[in-house]
C-alpha cells in the first residue's frame, strides 16, 4: 500500500513538472523587427514608424519567436527608464513591434548611438536589449568587421559567432523612398 502511494506522489509530481515546462517563458508572442541594411548617411533623421515605409532594397525584416530570445528581451524591456527628453533627437534605424500573448503590443526604436524609443518615449540606453535585439535580427551582418568595432555594445559582448558580412553599398540618392 505505501508503495503505491509512493508511486502516486511521484507521478503526480512528475506530471505538474512537465506541464510548467510547457509553459511559456515570456509574455511576448512574437517580435517583428524592420531595420537600415548597412548605414545610410541623410540628411533628414529617420523618426520611430518610418522604416517599414523605406523600400526592401534597403530595409530588411524579420520576426523572432525564439522562447529563450523573447524571454530575455522581455527582462531587458522591464528594466528600461525613461530619459524624459524628446525622442526626435534620435535617429532610427531599427524598429520592433512586440506582440503579447494578451494581444496587446508595443514598439521599441533603437537609432544611431543606441538611443532607444519604447511606444514614443526617449529611454535611457540599455546595451543588453541593443545588442538582443541587433544580434538575433542579424543586424550587425550589414556592416564591416572593422565598421562593428564602432557599435559600444559590440565591446561588452563582442561579435556574434553568426556574423556574416551581407553588406553591399546603399545609397539613398539612387533609391526612392517609398510615400508614407
Known amino acids: 500500500m505505501n508503495r ?21 517563458a515570456s509574455n511576448i508572442d512574437n517580435i517583428s523587427i524592420s531595420y537600415i541594411t548597412g548605414y545610410i548617411n541623410t540628411q533628414v533623421p529617420f523618426v520611430c514608424g518610418q522604416i517599414p515605409a523605406i523600400l526592401p532594397a534597403i530595409r530588411k525584416d524579420t520576426i523572432l519567436v525564439d522562447e529563450k530570445i523573447l524571454s530575455e528581451v522581455e527582462q531587458q524591456i522591464k528594466v528600461l527608464q ?18 503579447y500573448r494578451n494581444k496587446t503590443s508595443s514598439s521599441i526604436c533603437i537609432g544611431m548611438f543606441n538611443c532607444i524609443i519604447k511606444d514614443n518615449l526617449r529611454m535611457c540606453k540599455n546595451d543588453n536589449l541593443t545588442y538582443l ?25 563582442g561579435i556574434p559567432n553568426d556574423y556574416k558580412d551581407l553588406r553591399r553599398v546603399n545609397s539613398l540618392d539612387s533609391i526612392p523612398l517609398s510615400p508614407q
Do not use: P, W
Request: charged share 30%; with cysteine.
Open 4 to 24: 503505491v502511494v509512493i508511486l502516486l506522489v511521484l507521478s503526480f509530481f512528475l506530471i505538474v513538472s512537465c506541464i510548467r515546462k510547457k509553459e511559456k
Open 133 to 157: 535585439i541587433k544580434r538575433h535580427s542579424g543586424y550587425y551582418n550589414y556592416f564591416s568587421k572593422e565598421d562593428l568595432a564602432y557599435f559600444d555594445e559590440l565591446k561588452q559582448f
Open 82 to 99: 525613461n530619459l524624459k527628453m524628446d525622442s526626435t533627437t534620435c535617429d532610427i534605424r531599427l524598429q520592433c513591434k512586440i506582440f
